[in-house]
């Protein structure tokens, strides 16, 4: 049962580029969060997805957009990257709702966004 | 606005020593709450989920404990090993399906 899978691993890009990560959720798990993490922080929720629809938002700018396919995979888009969108973003796939797993969000190894 | 808290923000300890790692939260009103492990530049590893009626949960070595009440949980590491080495966060969930907030981590060292 593959857990998480979240491609590419590392990516480096310059300031005002755009980049776009991608996540796969553990299988039978049909919502999909995103996270930014900064060096030396916990992780930041940057947005959920359900249902194709993006249901809840964090304190992020819209230059942060999301998508998520029928397949219940999603994508993180960054527009006009800046220095400061440097971290790891980590995706986690939950089930909604569920029995005793109720909830429990499982993460992905993450994607290092460098801007340089 | 939900905030966790955990301190200290590393810990460092000798082989075999039992240790709790404490965080704090500031609304009671939670669902569930999770503890993480992170080994460096990796992603998280969940280690338990206690949910609200719920005062403890057990895995292994590894014992988190749950006061809403007092917005606190522990987790307890029995017999630490060099492997233990790692970040542990702990994140609440208040509302279904809501966002988890996150504490900065605790980063613990066990020395051999």
């Known amino acids: 049962d593959a857990g998480v899978t979240q491609s590419p691993t590392h990516l480096i890009k310059t300031r005002g580029q755009q980049v776009t990560l991608r996540c796969s959720p553990k299988?039978?798990?049909?919502?999909v969060s995103w996270y930014q993490q900064a060096l030396g922080q916990g992780p930041q929720f940057i947005f959920q997805?359900?249902?194709?629809?993006?249901?809840q938002r964090g304190n992020f700018p819209d230059r942060f957009s999301g998508h998520q396919f029928p397949n219940y995979s999603s994508e993180l888009n960054v527009n006009a990257l800046l220095l400061g969108d440097s971290a790891l973003y980590l995706c986690?796939?939950?089930?909604?709702?569920?029995?005793?797993?109720?909830?429990?969000?499982?993460f992905g190894p993450g994607t290092r966004l460098t801007v340089l | 606005k939900q905030e966790v808290t955990q301190i200290p923000a590393a810990l460092s300890v000798p082989e075999g020593e039992n240790l709790v790692l404490n965080c704090s939260f500031t609304?009671?009103?939670?669902?569930?709450l999770q503890w993480f492990r992170q080994d460096p530049g990796k992603g998280l590893t969940s280690l338990l989920l206690?949910?609200?009626?719920?005062r403890e949960q057990t895995s292994g070595r590894l014992n988190a404990s749950l006061d809403k009440s007092s917005g606190r949980s522990t987790l307890y590491i029995a017999a630490s090993q060099p492997g233990d080495s790692a970040t542990y966060l702990c994140?609440?969930?208040?509302?279904?399906?809501?966002?988890?907030?996150f504490g900065k981590g605790i980063t613990l060292s066990v020395r051999p």
């Open positions: 986690a796939s939950s089930l909604v709702p569920g029995g005793s797993s109720y909830n429990e969000q499982f």
């Open positions: 299988s039978g798990h049909d919502t």
């Open positions: 997805y359900y249902e194709e629809e993006e249901r």
């Open positions: 609304d009671s009103a939670i669902y569930n």
């Open positions: 206690i949910q609200s009626s719920q």
């Open positions: 994140a609440v969930i208040t509302g279904a399906n809501s966002k988890l907030t």
